[in-house]
């Protein structure tokens, strides 16, 4: 699906070498077992989503959500589902699966790398793209979303307009909706918003769907937070994704996952069975089991704050905030070669898009140990 200049893309952040040179090629199999994978775990989650919704003040804390933000994420919009676009990233375990190890829910990047940009170089080296179509998923879903608004809506699209992915990626997505979407729509600068007279508005024009790179845990710690939260309680306008997507964003919610599952409870024995082949074991404080663990801040992006700990690695500093306990998995090695003619040896990230419910784009990223905003971004190939 063509879009005007249709890939404003970052090979290079603030000097650093985001884009690998090569395509990586991979083979059908591993494409249709990342989308089955992120088949799986969508089902878990969207059972999840209704208990999720329905947690105490206290649990909802514990799960790092904002006070202010509880009633925005207890709400469901039928038209977004408990989130719309939303990227798993997979790690492979010993036994051969591929498992979760987070869902980026609310505000999921690698938009334009995983939906454009990888599918235009690996065909411009002779590859199939394993995204094909992707794209177009990606606008019919945004568009059924948007679909209660006429020509006279006004969608604005935002994002911390400092960094370039931020702002890059919310521009690119402006423009999908205005190119295949009749509605009128608007690139906005996060600190351009404000509420006025109960109604989110830009430029004193009214915004009815916003549609957000920037965390609703950010909007929480802003000023004029409480307009803002109680504008969107009293639905004066939406967001996309929507505010139940910061409850699958939480980390600790896959302490609930595999609690339940490790319970029988609430969760039926096909998903049960799903949650021990899909996701890692999670847990809220540290087990003395002799394994090794991640430790992730519940609202963490961005590998910000993120500690391996060995069996026998001391507690670090920062354990006050709401954290996960995740069993540690070796993530594969893997070499790259940059545009430079350099070469880089990391640790590979296999990752899938689901929107609207399906199964979407995939991708790969090669960082160190944890992927963090310095891992660099490989576009993928299937042989022709």
């Avoid at 878990?44 to 799960?63: S, W």
């Avoid at 608007?186 to 920037?214: F, K």
């Avoid at 979407?360 to 090669?366: E, Q």
Wanted: net charge negative; proline share 7%; glycine share 10%.
């Amino acid at each position: 699906m063509p879009v005007s200049d249709p890939i404003g893309f970052w090979p290079t952040v603030e000097g650093f070498a985001y884009a690998a040179r090569d395509v990586a090629v991979v083979e059908p199999a591993l494409v249709d077992e990342l989308r089955a994978a992120a088949r799986d775990a969508w089902s878990v989650y969207e059972a999840i989503g209704p208990l999720a919704r329905a947690l105490d003040t206290q649990t909802l804390t514990e799960l790092g959500i904002p006070p202010i933000a509880h009633d925005a994420v207890r709400t469901f919009d039928p038209l977004c589902g408990e989130t719309l676009v939303g990227r798993f990233d997979f790690i492979r375990a010993p036994d051969g699966d591929l498992r979760v190890i987070e869902f980026n829910a609310e505000t999921p990047f690698c938009v334009v790398e995983h939906f454009a940009e990888s599918g235009r170089r690996a065909i411009e080296s002779g590859f199939s793209d394993p995204n094909a179509g992707c794209l177009e998923q990606l606008v019919r879903a945004i568009g059924r979303a948007l679909g209660p608004l006429d020509a006279s809506g006004h969608v604005g699209v935002t994002a911390y307009n400092v960094w370039r992915e931020d702002i890059g990626t919310a521009d690119f997505v402006r423009r999908l909706i205005a190119e295949h979407v009749d509605v009128r729509v608007s690139l906005i600068p996060i600190h351009e918003l404000s509420v006025r007279g109960g109604r989110l508005v830009w430029n004193a024009e009214r915004i009815d769907v916003l549609y957000r790179y920037y965390p609703l845990e950010h909007f929480a710690r802003d000023r004029g937070a409480a307009a803002f939260f109680a504008a969107l309680g009293e639905r004066r306008f939406r967001t996309i994704n929507p505010p139940s997507a910061l409850l699958a964003q939480a980390k600790a919610l896959g302490v609930l996952i595999w609690g339940l599952a490790s319970a029988g409870t609430y969760l039926s024995d096909d998903l049960r069975a799903l949650v021990q082949r899909r996701f890692l074991p999670a847990f809220a404080e540290r087990p003395d089991d002799g394994e090794a663990y991640v430790r992730k801040p519940s609202l963490g992006r961005e590998g910000t704050g993120v500690h391996v700990l060995m069996p026998d690695a001391p507690e670090p500093d920062g354990a006050s905030i709401p954290c996960v306990y995740q069993r540690y998995v070796p993530m594969p090695e893997r070499s790259i070669r940059l545009p430079s003619g350099g070469s880089v040896h990391g640790y590979e990230l296999l990752t899938c898009f689901v929107v609207g419910g399906e199964p979407s784009a995939i991708g790969m990223r090669v960082g160190g140990r944890i992927t963090d905003a310095w891992s660099h971004f490989v576009p993928l190939g299937v042989a022709a």
